[in-house]
């Protein structure tokens, strides 16, 4: 019988608190292939190395997994990363499996979170569920995504539409590192006349981000500057990767890729 591996491939966190966002997709990717043996890996250097120098934790990145299923014989890799948008970490990753194709007969990977149109009004509607309330009109919901240089971030950009066609007018993403800043969901806000704000991460864990530039106490932190800007605030600190759901989808996306 070929052995099989199953990879899931993550961004990284060094938070503990923000590691079972992590390990609940995994452990919902591992129940839908029991068959496959499962390998953890991480994209991000920077993580990789803070775990190892602070906690004595290893772990490896795509390319050393892959390293380490060529020599112990894989015949096949069913690979699912749990980024959001088909971005720079996504490019590093699909990379870095790319160059193993000689050596492992079959190796198919499946998409990020966002890829699509359908995984948009999935993950929306996902969100929304989770957030479970209604707005007043002078109420909003605002996400915090990640953002980047890459053309990738246009993602955000289509999930609000993807809101707003939902009829969910109040919800606004916003990112750390693109566009919408958070000045832009400002001046939105100020626009609807909102003075109560919830706030939320559209990312996989609750980690730095979420903790820091969304929650932390520092005066630009999102909640610190909303607060001066004179919105009430209140924090959900919690990643898409503990929603079951989310989870569910990414599986949906790894049998989408084993069809291949």
């Given at each position: 019988m070929s052995k099989k591996a199953l990879v899931v491939v993550s961004f990284g966190t060094s938070f503990d608190v923000a590691m079972p966002a992590i390990e609940n997709i995994e452990a919902i990717c591992k129940k839908a292939y029991p068959d496959y043996d499962f390998f953890r890996a991480f994209t991000s250097g920077m993580?990789?190395?803070?775990?190892?120098?602070?906690?004595?934790?290893?772990?490896?990145?795509?390319?050393?997994?892959?390293?380490?299923?060529?020599?112990?014989?894989?015949?096949e890799v069913l690979c699912q990363p749990t980024h959001i948008i088909n971005g720079v970490e996504n490019d590093k990753m699909i990379n870095m499996l790319s160059k193993y194709k000689e050596e492992i007969p079959v190796i198919r990977i499946g998409s990020p979170l966002l890829t699509e149109e359908s995984d948009y009004a999935t993950s929306c509607e996902i969100v929304m569920n989770e957030l479970d309330h209604s707005l007043e009109s002078n109420e909003a919901f605002v996400l915090m995504g990640h953002g980047t240089e890459h053309y990738a971030n246009s993602a955000y950009c289509q999930f609000e539409n993807m809101l707003r066609d939902m009829g969910h007018e109040n919800t606004y993403v916003g990112t750390v590192e693109g566009f919408p800043s958070l000045d832009y969901v400002i001046g939105r806000l100020r626009r609807r006349n909102i003075e109560k704000v919830t706030i939320m991460p559209l990312m996989i864990v609750a980690g730095d981000h979420a903790r820091n530039d969304l929650a932390g106490a520092e005066a630009?932190?999102?909640?610190?500057?909303?607060?001066?800007?004179g919105f009430k605030t209140s924090v959900i600190l919690k990643g898409l990767g503990e929603i079951d759901a989310i989870g569910d989808l990414f599986v949906k996306h790894l049998e989408e890729a084993k069809q291949i």
């Open positions: 993580i990789i190395r803070k775990l190892k120098r602070t906690k004595d934790i290893t772990i490896l990145n795509p390319d050393e997994v892959m390293q380490k299923l060529v020599e112990e014989g894989y015949e630009d932190s999102w909640d610190s500057i909303l607060k001066a800007e």
